[in-house]
């Protein structure tokens, strides 16, 4: 927290923000959670590892007055990267997308895998009983379906980077924005921002993943104002310019209207670029759309990530005094 001024405004919700909003373009919000909702933790990407301490994690629910159920497959070492088969765990994360007494759906971790469960996966009747999806890095693949879908859902820690021996302000981040309390998110002024102010719905996560998205049914090209997000972790500095290259040669950037830009952890070969932090190449890259850029917001990879409502309609605003990112709560 000592590097980021970070606020986030919260909100009561009385019984009319508990209802599932629609919103006027089709977008559809599931409700927020309630005291004694049941959370769903599920595994579509790597396995939790053996050590994980899957009590602390059960407890850390339960202290936001939650009950939590682990998909079958959660933990199971008969693979050596993933829990079980493909179709294993589509099947294991479609129960959990379909049981009703079930209101959130939590990755454990993230990885690499997700996207190979969406040939298996109906996702269309989130349409009509939507609940939450929660997760981020390999888990922006799912966010990307859903977004295709007109659904929202969260970018936010998963349980399996939950730290219980401090004060863990991600997890804290993500149980406000479960809860229908997070409005509204404020960074401090950076030096590669472009000011400006843009409206859109949000949409990106890991950049790698929506790079990869690209010619597929799940690919960024939304046909309307949107606000695009990334971060990314452990990459070169000449992959990170070919990806954001990819994303503008394909025209997928074409609506966008700010750019929202994450950490960008244990990336290496800046220096090849002339310049001392990765993230001056993703400036280089975006700074000629002339739409606003925001740099700083504590969420990806980083000690920090906040939790992101993506689908939902948001306004970005940049100018000397920092950013600005508020959620739009229109029912």
Known sequence: MKLFRLSVLLLAFGAAGAAVAQERSGFVRPRYLRLGDTVGLAAPARRLAARTDTASIRERFASWGLHVVFAPHCCDD??????APDAERAADLQQMLDDPSIRAVIACRGGYGSVRLLPYLQLEGLRSDPKWVVGFSDITTLHLALFRLGI????????????F??????????????????????TPPHALDVPGQGRGRLVGGNLTVLCAACGTPEGLDAEEPTILFIEEVGEHAYRIDRMLQQLLRSGALRHVRAVVVGDFTR????????????????????????IPLL?????????????????????????DEGGRIVFSDDD
């Open 78 to 83: 008969l693979q050596p990267y993933f829990s």
């Open 152 to 163: 929202e859902s969260i970018h936010g820690t998963m349980p399996g980077s939950f730290r």
């Open 165 to 186: 021996d401090e004060e863990d302000i991600s997890a804290e981040s993500l149980r406000r924005a479960l809860f229908g309390e997070t409005r509204r998110i404020d």
């Open 267 to 290: 990336s290496s070969g800046a220096e090849l670029f002339g310049v001392e932090d990765v993230r001056e190449v993703v400036a280089a890259n975006l700074r000629h759309l002339g």
């Open 295 to 319: 740099f700083g917001v504590p969420a990806g990879h980083g000690d920090l990530n906040v939790a992101l409502y993506l689908g939902r309609e948001v306004a970005v605003a940049v100018d």
